[in-house]
């Protein structure tokens, strides 16, 4: 699969807020509509519209042919995302009326997205019974009202020691994903190895709960499976599958772990910094490639939650070094007027200390007088002779 380029105009980005309704989305707008807004060519608002479906960043309402109304798609927090980011960028946000304009100073802060996935995992079922492995009817229907014949699996089994494999990539529920069928001797085991999700910083999960995140992706297609094509997974009492890897643990595979790649506006304001940098996988963060990147240049990615909540919170931390940073200044200069009061009083109590040793060392009246009588009774003796 090749890399999806995410990025978007300016116009995309203000047909986007006008057809949705961005302030109001219960009553989204026509493309004629949206046209007569920005007053552009029905056929320029359908392009940029075209543009906003491929990427699923909107998405029908209806079935209609004409007058088609349009709601937030699949991929809509990238697109708003890019809203949000467009005055660092650009120098302009947009309003609701898809307008350029400056931000007050209390504007809402630009807030980063994730595509958290996971690397080298599969998620495995226990199958209770064996379905249909190539061709069975789904829920699809032809312009007849017919149901199509659906594919689970195009090519043959293939044999590793002890096991016959099946391998496939299937589309179901607007999304792609890799499926398994492996059979031994003594078990049927299903595997799935789900898509990215795209997050914000506080819908993140502890590191060590690798799979349990993306289990629910793999709920629906099972489901459908199980209606359409006979299969049947193991669940647990409560009727729920049960996944055969430990998600808890994480020990679903060698060197699996869950990563989660940035933005394209973070990716490309951190490769400033640093370049390309890191080893895939390996290092606290690297840059790479990756299949379904959002940004149209790869992705910086991270294999630690607590580096994209630190990325989140970069305002707040710098406001508080900043706070930090001042409160150890007035410290500093609290520290020093404490020192020259402590100095001032040691250097008055000093020269108490010494007055007070002055007046205690020096002579009596009386010593001064004895001094003095007795020089004189010794200079008078030969007179009185």
Not at 92 to 101: K, L, R, S
Not at 215 to 238: H, M, R, T
Request: with cysteine; aromatic share 12%.
């Amino acid at each position: 699969m090749t890399d999806t380029d995410y990025s978007t105009t300016p116009l995309q980005k203000k047909v986007y807020v006008l057809l949705i309704n961005y302030k109001n989305p219960r009553f989204p707008r026509t493309q004629k509509e949206v046209a007569d807004m920005l007053g552009i060519q029905k056929s320029t608002c359908s392009d940029a519209t075209r543009k906003l479906l491929k990427l699923e960043f909107i998405a029908p309402i209806s079935n209609m042919k004409t007058n088609v109304l349009y709601r937030r798609g699949k991929h809509h927090k990238i697109m708003e995302s890019h809203i949000k980011s467009n005055y660092l960028e650009e120098g302009e946000w947009f309003d609701m009326y898809g307008e350029g304009i400056r931000p007050p100073n209390n504007a809402e802060p630009y807030k980063p997205v994730f595509r958290a996935h996971i690397n080298g995992t599969w998620i495995m079922f226990t199958v209770t019974q064996k379905g249909e492995l190539h061709k069975f009817l789904g829920n699809k229907f032809n312009d007849k009202g017919e149901r199509l014949l659906e594919t689970l699996f195009s090519s043959e089994a293939y044999s590793l020691p002890g096991s016959s494999n099946y391998m496939d990539t299937v589309f179901y529920d607007g999304k792609w994903s890799k499926v398994r069928y492996q059979e031994t001797a003594s078990k049927k085991l299903f595997y799935v190895q789900p898509s990215s999700k795209i997050i914000f910083s506080d819908e993140r999960t502890p590191d060590e709960d690798i799979v349990g995140p993306f289990v629910k992706q793999c709920i629906p297609l099972l489901n459908y499976l199980e209606k359409y094509a006979g299969w049947q997974f193991e669940k647990n009492s409560d009727g729920e599958y049960i996944v055969a890897a430990s998600g808890r643990s994480g020990k679903t595979g060698n060197g699996s772990q869950k990563e989660y790649g940035m933005d394209g506006f973070m990716t490309n304001l951190i490769h400033d910094y640093t370049g390309d940098t890191g080893i895939v996988g390996k290092s606290p963060f690297w840059f790479d490639h990756s299949e379904n990147a959002l940004g149209a240049n790869g992705e910086c990615e991270f294999s630690k939650g607590d580096y994209i909540e630190a990325i989140d919170d970069l305002p707040k931390t710098k406001k508080t070094v900043d706070l930090l940073f001042s409160k150890v200044q007035s410290l500093e200069f609290d520290n020093i007027q404490l020192k020259a009061s402590i100095l001032e009083k040691e250097n008055f109590l000093l020269e108490r200390q010494s007055s007070m040793y002055g007046i205690l060392t020096m002579p009596s009246i009386h010593e001064v007088s004895v001094t003095k009588t007795a020089s004189g009774n010794t200079g008078n003796k030969g007179m009185y002779q």
